[in-house]
C-alpha cells in the first residue's frame, strides 16, 4: 500500500477508534477527495482504489462513479467509462455532468446516434435554458449531420439558441461548431467529421 493509501487508512482508523467526529460523510468526503487527487496525479490504480474504497460504503456514491469514469476515459476504456457515467444519470439525473461525459464517451467511441439520442434526453428533462445542456445538444447533432442539410439547419438553429442564452459568458472555441456550419453551408469542401474538434469539444465538457 503506497503513501496515499496508507494516508487514507490512517484517516478511516481513527475514526473507528472512538473519535466521533468524522462521520460516514466525511470519510466519503476524504476518500473523493483522495481519490481526484490521485485522478490529478494521473495515479490510475490509486483512484480506482479510492472509488471502490467510496462504493464499499455507499454503492451508489455519484462521486466514486465520477472518478471511475474519468479514470477509465482517461484510459480509453470508453466502454466501461460509459456505463459509470450513466451511473451518475441513473442516480442523479438532474446532474448535467453525467450527460456530458457520457456523450464524450459515446462521441469518441463513434457512436453519435446514441450520443444524440442521450443529449435528447438531457434537453428534455434539464429544459431549453439550460446552456451548457442545450449546447451539449448541438455538438450531437453536429456530429450526426453527415451533410444532411435539414440536420445542418437544425443544428445552427439550436446552437444559435443556446449562444443566445449565455452570451456574455461563451469564449471563441463555443462558437466554433455554429460558424463551422455556416461555413459548410456556403461551402461545397466543408471540413471532414470530427477533424480539429477536440480542443473545443473539451472546452464544452470540462466548462468555461
Not at 3 to 24: N, P, Q, R, V
Not at 135 to 152: G, I, P, R, S
Request: proline share 2%; glycine share 6%.
Amino acid at each position: 500500500m503506497d503513501s496515499l493509501a496508507k494516508l487514507a487508512a490512517f484517516f478511516i482508523s481513527g475514526s473507528s477508534s472512538g473519535k466521533e467526529d468524522y462521520s460516514k460523510n466525511s470519510i466519503l468526503e476524504y476518500w473523493s477527495c483522495l481519490g481526484f487527487i490521485a485522478l490529478i496525479k494521473q495515479n490510475n490504480q490509486q483512484a480506482m482504489y479510492c472509488a471502490y474504497k467510496i462504493l464499499n460504503f455507499d454503492p451508489k456514491n455519484v462521486q466514486a462513479f465520477v472518478i471511475l469514469g474519468l479514470n477509465l476515459e482517461a484510459l480509453y476504456k470508453m466502454e466501461e467509462a460509459t456505463h459509470n457515467f450513466r451511473e451518475v444519470i441513473k442516480h442523479q439525473p438532474h446532474r448535467q455532468d453525467g450527460y456530458a461525459c457520457v456523450v464524450h464517451c459515446l462521441l469518441q467511441s463513434n457512436r453519435p446516434a446514441e450520443a444524440l439520442v442521450i443529449a435528447s434526453d438531457a434537453v428534455k428533462l434539464l429544459t431549453w435554458k439550460n446552456f451548457e445542456i442545450v449546447f451539449l445538444y448541438t455538438v450531437a447533432l453536429y456530429e450526426n449531420c453527415n451533410n444532411d442539410m435539414k440536420m445542418m439547419e437544425n443544428c445552427l438553429s439550436v446552437g444559435s439558441r443556446a449562444l443566445n442564452l449565455l452570451e456574455d459568458q461563451i469564449g471563441e472555441g463555443h462558437f466554433y461548431y455554429v460558424e463551422e456550419l455556416e461555413h459548410r453551408k456556403r461551402s461545397d469542401h466543408g471540413p471532414k467529421f470530427g477533424e480539429d474538434f477536440g480542443k473545443n469539444r473539451k472546452i464544452v465538457f470540462t466548462g468555461r
